[in-house]
Structures are given as C-alpha cells and as structure tokens.
C-alpha cells in the first residue's frame, strides 16, 4: 500500500465548482504539504501544515483553502473552480524538525476544469 | 527573490555519463536535495547535499559548492529507465522547499 494515498487520482469538472482533494498518509510524519505543477514551472507549494493546529499559506494560496482533519489527513479544497487551476497537484509529507529529511509524495491528482 | 536554475533538458546515450547542473539563489540554504520525477508520477528522491563536497550513491552523484550556489547530480552507465525529469530542490531558512523547473533527460540507444 502507498504511504502516500491521494484521491481522487483523475478529476476533470466544470468552472465555479468547489472540488475538494484528499491526502492520507501512513508514514506518521507530522508535516504535510499540498503543491501544483504545472509544464515548464517547478513545484509550488499552496499550503503547508506542520500539525494539527499549524496551518500555514504557500506562494500560491489565493482560490485554495485547505483542512487538517488529523494528523494522517490534509484535504485541499478549491472554492469556486477556475480553468486556470487546471494543473497536477501533489501532497507530500516529512517528518518534523530534522534538517535534511526528504518529502515523500503521493501519485498526484490530475485536474482539469472546464 | 529566489531563483533555482537548470537545462530544460538533456539528451544522452545510453551506457554513457551526463551530469545535470543547478545553480541557485535563495534566502539562507539548510540543504540541497534532488529528485527523479517519471512522466506522471511522483517526484522521488535521489540525494541530499548539505556540506561541500560529492556524495555517491551507486550510479548517482551529486556535488555542492555552497560559496558558488552550485550543484550537480552526476549519473553513470545510463539506463533507458533513467530517461526522467531531476528537480533540484533547497531548503531555504524558513525550512521551505524551493523548486527549480526541473531538466527531462532523454536516453537515446
């Protein structure tokens, strides 16, 4: 089994729809991440949790919200859709402090809006 | 502002040696890291440079010099699986990942 489950793995819907993604993870990290790539741009991170109770917003936030049900679940929601939100989203967790650990990332969720 | 830097892509045979460069400029540095990405899936990662110097790891290599904002992952006897996007990463002082666009390596028989 995956350490890192994201669902749904293909979407594809209409604009001004609200759409929510999902990430679980069995790793026991405490940190969990949410970034959308896009072609010829790297990785950009939209929102980031280190626990629970610490949510943070990334370099790219706005038409994103995101909730921390646990600390093996970080859901990405897009409110209201746009097609310009078309794009490959990864969740990625990392253990807590320690310099130098890598993120794991989950298989990706492939959105397109319409 | 913070800026990672690498060829948008490569081409190399295969059995051969390429090395894959990337320079960066951010906000503090607290490591490196490099990662292989297949057409599709998740990034997963190769290796992680905090001081000068190589570090190998099987086929892998890579290389930092912090004073010149410089590193390399070298990869030898090419394998037709190795056809790959890298991404080069930093981490810069608020313990963030900065991405670079990452390089598509092509193998050619």
């Known amino acids: 089994d995956a350490d890192v489950t994201q669902t749904p793995r293909n979407r594809i819907t209409k604009t001004g729809k609200r759409i929510m993604l999902e990430c679980s993870q069995t790793?026991?990290?405490?940190?969990m991440y949410w970034y959308r790539q896009d072609p010829g741009l790297g990785l950009r991170l939209i929102y980031y949790?280190?626990?629970?109770?610490?949510?943070n917003k990334g370099e790219i936030s706005d038409g994103y919200s995101v909730s921390r049900q646990a600390q093996a679940k970080f859901s990405l929601s897009l409110e209201s859709a746009i097609p310009n939100q078309t794009a490959l989203y990864f969740c990625?967790?990392?253990?807590?402090?320690?310099?130098?650990?890598?993120?794991?990332f989950g298989d990706g969720t492939r959105l397109s809006i319409l | 502002g913070q800026n990672i830097d690498q060829p948008t892509e490569m081409t190399a045979t295969e059995g051969a040696i390429v090395q894959i460069n990337c320079t960066y400029q951010t906000s503090g540095f607290n490591g490196l890291f490099w990662y292989q990405q297949h057409a599709g899936e998740a990034p997963t990662f190769l290796s992680y440079n905090v001081l000068d110097g190589l570090e190998e790891k099987g086929r892998f290599s890579s290389f930092l010099s912090r004073s010149k904002g410089y590193s390399y992952l070298l990869l030898k006897e090419l394998q037709m699986k190795d056809s790959a996007s890298y991404l080069c990463a930093v981490m810069d002082s608020n313990y963030q990942l900065i991405w670079g666009a990452g390089t598509k390596l092509i193998i050619k028989p």
């Open positions: 949790s280190f626990d629970v109770k610490d949510i």
């Open positions: 790793k026991g990290h405490d940190r």
């Open positions: 990625a967790t990392s253990p807590g402090k320690e310099v130098g650990q890598p993120q794991h």
